[in-house]
Each structure stands twice: as structure tokens, then as C-alpha cells.
């Protein structure tokens, strides 16, 4: 193709990709499959990888992510992002409506929106394409996170119809309930600790430094402001429609009132409704529409006289604390979980409810008996969040946290400046080793899908399996035959499982395939402390193989990039424990990768296991395109400089601090055109 073609096919396929996105994220209108979109995103990063030269700011190759951020630039805000007065109460509804028509006269229109429970962001179009996109701050200035909102789906990088020029507009960006709780789940079966709400995990993510990692994160945005310099609308609800001609992301559940009572059927209609809502909300934002209206009402040194939310109470209920169960989870951890009688919440039966730690049971002073609070508000799962003394009967004992394990009563220990008791018995706590071997065989572990809770259930309970490596001694005698009838509960009818041929020849079949998986996948399997699929990629690419990483001290493990020094330790515990070390040598002998596959891989062992610091900004490549050339040659890459150092990768920009670092321990600095020379 000629250069002219090649630029044509680009703009072709990023318009009909923003098309999709568009349809999909926008109007919720897919009209091709994932597997299409998919075909057609590898494509359009084809070209632009081989011609850099018609690579846009704005192309929808820039969702993927890559980009990294060590430090958030701090922007002025060219607007301050006041904050909006707040009541949980009607009568001052009413007091806001009386003041507003006092100034203006009895012609008022509201409007009234959601307020979403999220992370307040404003994001800045020049010309059509996104430019900027800062967080709140202080409300002066915030956070340029322009690289990780680039990644959201639902914000696009080139408007459509007739913008203008420039100007900004405002929303909130959140986590749907769904993407929430996977979340959650992926970090409780990596042993870490959960986020405490979607807000709290939607800031989090939008701070990190990887952007290809919150890629991997699918937060969501409502807009809902428009600002900027000689804006024709004449109504806020005109500037929100015009917004979603644009292709902006805004809510249809917006409404326009011109009485005080419509207002508050506004409020009592999604107080109720939003149990049904697939994102949170904690209120209803109410504005006067009038643009000449807005400027005669005028601001106050902190919020704006025009606007005001109001505040849903946070859902909460009353009932009994029948007994405290806890479970032990896959890396030991005990979780306390309150027994409570029956009672609706939020459009669900509550029974159960999260006591988090002994910390929060001392603090609440929660005992069996009590009548306790329970609320949902930003919580997906409920928690007891009080307890009603005036209802407590006398003589109701202190809740003391257990000092033994509940399923093998071994003494449970908890670390200095950790909130978990944990349970040290890994290899013996029935719990904890049927959690290893559900996360073992789980899909993006060794996928073994042949098996599953239930089977791995019954071949612990007939003493045929009582770690991972025993997998691999199955054979057809030892399981064709078995059975077992598990009772029916409160979740799960009665339900019998048998081992019959094609079971049995499935089972072993999956087992046999299992043994294909790649190093990194295999020591995510392992389930080391810590070591979810993210960290096991990256130790996994950095040491090789698993005889580099076993005797790996802790100064090596923390210079791998986003290894912090918990991880670290965790990961030296665990090849301190000679019963892991056997382990690992049984599945060795049976067959399981623990070294990189340098053929699969397209390794080349041109740096040899040279390590390399990357910074600075460069030509040719993207930081993590280099990167990725240097593991692909057998290097590895560090966060930060030491004596080991072999390298420094210096593009533009490079702090002198580094530099200077790089001077005293007279580590060689190269140029990118350095590197390819060494790689050619």
C-alpha cells in the first residue's frame, strides 16, 4: 500500500472502531460481535505499529493503554470545581426553591439528575479530540490522569456533529456493581484485601502509574456539565443533549421540573428505584436549567446558589445477631461473618453479613443477641455497621475474636500491621487446601475445567488428593466408580455426584492438557501470597524460570517493577517451606513448565539477563514497547537504580536525579538508538 492508502485505511478504521464503541458503550446497541471488534482493534494496532507516522492522539488504539505516569502532573483548574451544597432534608428543598425564586421570580425550571458515587473528573475537548482529563483536587487544581481516562471505554477521544471549539465538561467516573464485585473477587483469591466500596476502587485505579492496567479495569463515566467560553445554550438541559449528540456519555434519567413537588416525586421515585440501578448513586442533584438565571443567582465562596443535592439516607435496617461464623479462606485468612434473622434490604433477604476483623467486632462492641444495623449504602455485600444499646438485653457477653483455627484448631497468628488472623496450617487446614486446589484448576490458573469445586470436594473427602501435585498421579482405576450425595442447603439442592466413564476419561484428559500451560499461568496457579496473574506475569518474565526466583533475595524481588515489599516476603516465605519445595519438584517431574519457553516466547538471548532502568521519553518506541523488546531479548527490566544496574535507557526528559545516581555508581547510560544497536 502506498503511504496515502496506508493513512486512509488508519482514519477508516479508527472511524468505524469509534463507531462500534459508540453503539456499544454509548447506546448499548452492539452490532457486531466481540470476536469482530476484536479483529478489527489487532488490525488497526498492526498499522499503526508499522507505521508510527499516522498514529492520532485520538485513535481508539489509546483504550488499550501502555502509557506510564510516575508522577501525576498538577493542573490549575480553568474552572474551580466547587463543591455543591448538601441536605438530607425536604424543607430545605423548599428553603433552596424560595431562595431562588425570591432573586428570580416564580419562573424557575430544575432540572434534576442522579449524583453518582463516584470519582468527579473534567475532561477538557479541543477541536473535537480529548486533550485533558484532571481530577477534582482541592477544587483549584487536581491530577492530570489524561492517559488512564484515555483507556474508558465510555469517554471518547473524537466528538462527533457540531462542538466547539473548546470547552470542558464534567462527570463522574465509577464502577459498575458487576466489574466491582470481580474485582473484589479476583483480590480475595489473590489474599489480598478487598476494596472497601466502588468509589474507593474507582480512585485507586484511576491513580495508577500503568495505564495498560486500568485498561484491564472497565470503569464506566456519566457527564453531566458543560463549561467553557461563549457557549450558545440557553439551558443546562440543552448543553446535556447537545453533549450526547456529541457521543458523550449522559444519562437519560434526567428530568425537568417547574414546581417544587415534582422535585421531590424525582426523589422518592429513584430513593426506591435505585436498588435496580447497576451503579451506585447516593442522592439527586438539582440545578436551575436558565443559563441568564445561573449568573443573576451567581456563587458563594464555595458552591454555586443555582444548585443543590440532596442526600439519600443510606440504606439501613434493624434485626438480631443470631452467632458469628468464621471462615477460613484459600490463603488463611479467618473472616468473621454474622448469622442474622431474615430481613429485606435493598431488594435482596439478608441472612449474613461481613464483621471484617476483630478489630471492627472491638469497635462496634457487637455481641450475639444484640439488635444490630445493617446498611448496604456503597457496599455490595451488607455489613453491620452499629448496634442498637437500647435494645441490648443485659448479661450479653463481649465478643471475644477465636484464638484457634475453626477447622484444624491451630493457634491463628496475626502479622504486625495487618487487620487478618490467619490460620499458618496451610498444608493440613482442610479449607485452605481445598481453596488451593479450586484455584489451581481454576480457568486462569492450569483450566483444567473438567473438575471443579465439587469433584475436587469428593477426592479430598476419599484422601485421593490432598495437594495440587496429586493431580498428576490419577489414574482411570483409582477414580471410575466413585460417588457421593451431598445434602441439600439453604443455597445448593441436594445433588449427587458420580464418577462414571466419560467423567473419569474427561477428568484425566484435562489433567494431561493441564500440563501445556505456561510458567507464568503455573506459578499464578501456585497460589502464592500475593501472586495474582499480574505479579506471577511479571516475576515470571523478569527471573525465567523458577530455580532464578526460589533463591531470589529480597532486594531482587522488590526492584521488579510493582513488586512491593509485601509481596516480596511473601514470596521468599513460601520457598522457605521445604514441603512447597517438594511440591514443586513433583510437578516438575510431571511435566508442568517452570522456565520460560524461549521458542514460544521468540526469545533471544541478545542482553542475556542484563537489567535495564527505562526512562525518559523516546522516538521510536513507547516506553513499554521498549520494555518489551528487552524481555524479549532475555533482559530484565527494574523500577529503580542499584549496584546491580546494567543499564540505563535514557530518552528525553530523564530526571537529573536519576541521571546523577546513575553517574556515582557508573552504571552505563545508552540511547535508544543504542539499545536497537545492541538488539539488531
Not at 367 to 394: H, N, W
Not at 427 to 456: T, V
Not at 566 to 593: C, E, M, P, W
Request: hydrophobic share 35%; with cysteine.
Amino acid at each position: 500500500m502506498s503511504s496515502e492508502e496506508v493513512k486512509r485505511k488508519i482514519q477508516d478504521l479508527s472511524r468505524e472502531i469509534e463507531k462500534h464503541n459508540y453503539n456499544y458503550y454509548i447506546l448499548s446497541q452492539a452490532q457486531i460481535s466481540d470476536y469482530d471488534f476484536d479483529m478489527l482493534l489487532d488490525e488497526l494496532i498492526a498499522l499503526e505499529k508499522k507505521y508510527p507516522e499516522f498514529q492520532f492522539p485520538d485513535s481508539p488504539t489509546q483504550k488499550v493503554g501502555g502509557a506510564v505516569t510516575k508522577e501525576f502532573k498538577t493542573i490549575k483548574h480553568k474552572y474551580p470545581m466547587l463543591s455543591l451544597a448538601n441536605t438530607y432534608s425536604e424543607d430545605e428543598i423548599k428553603d433552596f426553591d424560595k431562595r431562588v425564586r425570591k432573586i428570580i421570580g416564580d419562573k424557575v425550571e430544575y432540572v434534576c439528575e442522579l449524583k453518582y458515587d463516584g470519582v468527579a473528573i473534567g475532561l477538557t475537548y479541543i477541536n473535537g479530540s480529548l486533550t485533558q482529563a484532571v481530577t477534582r483536587g482541592d477544587g483549584v487544581q487536581g491530577d492530570d490522569v489524561t492517559n488512564n481516562v484515555k483507556t474508558i471505554k465510555s469517554i471518547p477521544l473524537k466528538l462527533r456533529g457540531d462542538f466547539p471549539p473548546e470547552f470542558e465538561i464534567r462527570g463522574e467516573i465509577f464502577f459498575p456493581h458487576k466489574v466491582f464485585q470481580k474485582l473484589n473477587e479476583k483480590k480475595i483469591e489473590n489474599g489480598e484485601a478487598p476494596f472497601a466500596n466502588p468509589r474507593n476502587a474507582a480512585s485507586g485505579t484511576l491513580k495508577m502509574q500503568d495505564s495498560a492496567f486500568v485498561a484491564m479495569r472497565p470503569l464506566d463515566c456519566f457527564l453531566y456539565n458543560v463549561q467553557g467560553d461563549n457557549l450558545s445554550f440557553k439551558t443546562h438541559y440543552e448543553s446535556l443533549k447537545k453533549a450526547a449528540e456529541w457521543g458523550l456519555k449522559v444519562s437519560p434519567n434526567v428530568a425537568v421540573c417547574q414546581k417544587v413537588e415534582d422535585i421531590f416525586e424525582y426523589i422518592n421515585d429513584w430513593n426506591t428505584g435505585r436498588s435496580e440501578l447497576s451503579y451506585d448513586i447516593d442522592g439527586v442533584v438539582i440545578k436551575v436549567n436558565s443559563m441568564t438565571d445561573r449568573e443573576r443567582l451567581g456563587f458563594t465562596a464555595k458552591s454555586p446558589r443555582w444548585a443543590i443535592a440532596y442526600k439519600f439516607k443510606a440504606e439501613r435496617v434493624t434485626t438480631k445477631l443470631l452467632s458469628i461464623d468464621y471462615q477460613v479462606g484459600r490463603t488463611g485468612a479467618v473472616t468473621p461473618v454474622a448469622n442474622l434473622e431474615a430481613v429485606p434490604l435493598a431488594g435482596t433477604t439478608v441472612k449474613r453479613a461481613s464483621l471484617h476483623n476483630a478489630d471492627i467486632i472491638s469497635k462496634l462492641d457487637v455481641r450475639i443477641g444484640d439488635t444490630v444495623f445493617v446498611e448496604k449504602g456503597g457496599e455490595i455485600i451488607p455489613k453491620i455497621v452499629g448496634v442498637d444499646l437500647e435494645k441490648r438485653p443485659p448479661h450479653l457477653l463481649h465478643t471475644e475474636f477465636i484464638k484457634n483455627c475453626p477447622e484444624c484448631n491451630t493457634p491463628l497468628v496475626r502479622q504486625k500491621g495487618e487487620a487478618a488472623h490467619y490460620c499458618p496450617n496451610e498444608n493440613e487446614c482442610p479449607p485452605q487446601i481445598k481453596g488451593k486446589l479450586e484455584h489451581f484448576i481454576s480457568r486462569k490458573a492450569m483450566n483444567i475445567d473438567s473438575l471443579g469445586e465439587g469433584k475436587i470436594a469428593m477426592l479430598f473427602d476419599n484422601d485421593l488428593i490432598n495437594n495440587v501435585a496429586d493431580l498428576y498421579d490419577f489414574s482411570y482405576d483409582k477414580l471410575i466408580g466413585l460417588e457421593k450425595t451431598y445434602p441439600a442447603t439453604e443455597e445448593k439442592a441436594e445433588r449427587k455426584i458420580s464418577f462414571k466413564d466419560k467423567t473419569v476419561r474427561n477428568i484425566l484428559k484435562g489433567v494431561e492438557n493441564s500440563k501445556s500451560t505456561t510458567f507464568e499461568r503455573v506459578l499464578f496457579a501456585l497460589g502464592i501470597r500475593y501472586v495474582g496473574e499480574t505479579v506471577a506475569k511479571r516475576l515470571a518474565r523478569y527471573f525465567r524460570n523458577i530455580n532464578n526466583l526460589m533463591i531470589a533475595d529480597f532486594e531482587e524481588l522488590v526492584n521488579v517493577d510493582e513488586i512491593g515489599e509485601s509481596i516480596a516476603q511473601a514470596v521468599i516465605n513460601y520457598f522457605k517451606d521445604k514441603k512447597n519445595i517438594t511440591l514443586i519438584f513433583r510437578l516438575r517431574q510431571n511435566g508442568l513448565h517452570f522456565e520460560i519457553d524461549n521458542e514460544s516466547e521468540d526469545i533471544v538471548n541478545k542482553l542475556d539477563g542484563k537489567s535495564f532502568v527505562v526512562s525518559g521519553v523516546f522516538e521510536k518506541f513507547s516506553r513499554n514497547e521498549i520494555k518489551k523488546l528487552i524481555e524479549k531479548n532475555a533482559g530484565k527490566n527494574v523500577s529503580a537504580i542499584s549496584k546491580k544496574t546494567n543499564y540505563i535507557l535514557a530518552g528525553e526528559n530523564m530526571g537529573p536525579a536519576k541521571l546523577k545516581k546513575a553517574n556515582d555508581l557508573g552504571i552505563s547510560v545508552i540511547s535508544e538508538d543504542e539499545f536497537l544497536k545492541m538488539i539488531e
